[in-house]
């Protein structure tokens, strides 16, 4: 026992004692985010202190705004790069809560088969449904299974929506018949169908009792307004968090485009195709072609919502704000496989960019998104704090089973090839229109696209302004990373990592957490370079790092 038992507070009034500080301990977001004092700072230089933990992980929500109008159940985003996000890795993220930008480095037709993939992969009312007519044949219901996935099609008696309901074709209709057999022999003529002006509630319990896979909505004419389908109802019980338009349900689609005039059509071709949300691509927003492009698309397609940048100073911001961005993109240089900093000597640390952009951003309710130097869930934590409403992956998503390419082996290890946009591989040439979508003809469908391949602005030099150089400067390199798996998988690690931080931090949504930042409630600290080897693996001879497991 102490000599001097009496010396020690009453331990009580612990908690009380704290109110005899001057501050509370670590630093405040304007202490740490201070470039006079600290310079510039990347997520690894510091760490959010831990609050209580009074609530389990599984209640925090992790919703936040992309746009003005646009809110996401999970904050994850996959960067338009052509060896990242096409449709199949943008179906993925909408289904698992996020949303993937469709990249640009392709025809306008190919970009918008695309994003007419995302938009049929999931619906309410299916408005705008792939119509025959009785005279077609078995060939064409196997050309649309093909392209789209689905050989469930309704029949009309001209093969157009609006036109009289005269029957339906499924897959068992089709199968072990001949190619030339007109539907008129094959199709199923006992309907079930439901009114015109239904609920979709309504129309899903019909469905669910009907045990049909496909329910047709009829006027009172029997005319064929839209459809309802099966698969549908199985998606949202498998998918609760799908980021959906409120109104059709249908998938959230999001895409690229450049700053240039010949984006002007590309764009229309995407918004005739279903386009939810447009990403202008530059590493340098703040150009007289971006805030032009802005102004022209807020009053030709008020109804697309318009990511603006990339930005990284508060001055770039302002620009794009004033032209209408309806969110903002920030990040220069701290990808995982670009050397804007190091070529250009132009760009900021990430972390000091996102908290200089969001807090001005924040003024004017425009939502911004961190776009780079995501390398693990902590980064996208500290992204949160900072203000961005979400993170924008590439490398992280490179090298899953969604991201386009092929697998190949390469020391030993199972990859795929990730290049930069900066790259020279990919400024030098247009990647081919991906099979998916190659393939000719003009049959049933509006998505089936011209097997020629036709000619388009590269991406990647519009990107870095470089179309007229003679001598294309590199801004990024080509590599290879690791096999990840399935973004099914690989996602849901991220979102159950994410709760758990948020649990150990004390906040139980995102809204939270950045009040409790701008607060001066949660709390942060720097890491020098010793504090960084304490805080990852050391002192092993050898280990194993596994990030999850699947239950």
């Given at each position: 026992m102490p000599a001097n038992a009496n010396a020690y507070l009453d331990p009580s009034q612990a908690i009380e004692h704290l109110k005899s500080y001057e501050r509370s301990d670590g630093l405040a977001v304007s202490d740490l985010m201070d470039s006079r004092v600290h310079g510039g700072l990347t997520y690894n230089d510091f760490l959010l202190l831990p609050g209580k933990i009074d609530f389990a992980a599984q209640e925090v929500v992790t919703e936040s705004r992309i746009t003005r109008n646009v809110s996401l159940k999970t904050p994850f985003m996959s960067s338009p790069m052509d060896t990242v996000t096409e449709s199949e890795m943008a179906i993925a993220m909408a289904l698992l809560g996020g949303i993937g930008v469709i990249h640009h480095n392709q025809p306008p037709a190919a970009q918008a088969a695309m994003v007419r993939a995302v938009k049929r992969h999931e619906n309410g009312f299916i408005t705008d449904p792939v119509v025959l007519s009785p005279s077609n044949t078995v060939e064409d219901v196997l050309d649309v299974k093909e392209r789209l996935g689905f050989a469930g099609i309704p029949i009309t008696q001209d093969g157009h929506l609006g036109s009289k309901l005269v029957g339906i074709v499924t897959n068992r209709d089709i199968q072990f018949r001949a190619p030339t057999t007109p539907l008129s022999e094959i199709m199923t003529t006992d309907l079930v169908?439901?009114?015109?002006?239904?609920?979709?509630?309504?129309?899903?319990?019909?469905?669910?009792?009907?045990?049909?896979?496909?329910?047709?909505?009829?006027?009172?004419?029997?005319?064929?307004?839209?459809?309802?389908?099966?698969?549908?109802l199985l998606k949202n019980k498998t998918y609760p968090l799908a980021s959906k338009r409120p109104e059709s349900k249908q998938l959230y689609a999001a895409a690229a485009i450049g700053t240039r005039p010949a984006d002007r059509e590309r764009l229309a071709a995407l918004v005739e195709a279903g386009l939810d949300i447009v990403v202008l691509d530059s590493s340098q927003g703040n150009s007289v072609f971006q805030i032009e492009m802005i102004r022209w698309i807020k009053q030709t397609y008020p109804q697309v919502e318009v990511i603006a940048g990339n930005v990284v100073t508060r001055e770039q911001a302002a620009e794009l704000i004033a032209a209408g961005a309806d969110g903002l993109r920030i990040g220069m240089?701290?990808?995982?496989?670009?050397?804007?900093?190091?070529?250009?000597?132009?760009?900021?640390?990430?972390?000091?960019?996102?908290?200089?952009?969001?807090?001005?951003?924040n003024k004017f309710g425009v939502p911004v998104i961190a776009d780079g130097g995501i390398s693990n869930v902590g980064h996208i934590v500290k992204a949160l704090s900072?203000?961005?409403?979400?993170?924008?992956?590439g490398g992280l998503l490179a090298g899953t089973t969604e991201a386009p390419g092929e697998y190949f082996w390469h020391e030993g290890k199972r990859v795929k090839a990730y290049r930069g946009m900066g790259s020279l591989e990919a400024m030098e040439q247009g990647k081919p229109t991906p099979p998916s979508v190659q393939r000719g003809g003009k049959g049933p469908g509006s998505s089936k696209l011209p097997a020629k391949q036709t000619t388009h602005e590269n991406a990647a030099t519009s990107r870095y302004f470089s179309e007229s150089s003679a001598v294309k400067v590199a801004q990024g390199v080509s590599g290879d990373v690791q096999d990840k798996g399935s973004v099914h998988a690989f996602i849901p690690y991220l979102y159950v990592g994410l709760q758990h931080s948020f649990q150990d931090i004390g906040v139980r949504n995102v809204r939270e957490l950045q009040d409790s930042v701008r607060a001066g409630k949660t709390r942060f600290e720097l890491r020098t370079a010793s504090a960084?080897?304490?805080?990852?693996?050391?002192?092993?001879?050898?280990?194993?790092?596994r990030l999850f497991a699947a239950a």
């Open positions: 169908t439901a009114p015109e002006g239904i609920t979709l509630q309504e129309a899903n319990t019909i469905l669910r009792d009907s045990k049909k896979g496909k329910l047709p909505i009829v006027d009172k004419q029997g005319r064929l307004t839209s459809l309802l389908a099966r698969s549908d240089g701290s990808g995982s496989i670009c050397i804007t900093q190091e070529v250009m000597a132009v760009g900021r640390p990430q972390a000091t960019a996102v908290y200089a952009v969001a807090e001005f951003a900072l203000g961005a409403g979400a993170v924008m992956m960084q080897i304490e805080g990852g693996v050391h002192g092993l001879n050898s280990y194993t790092k």
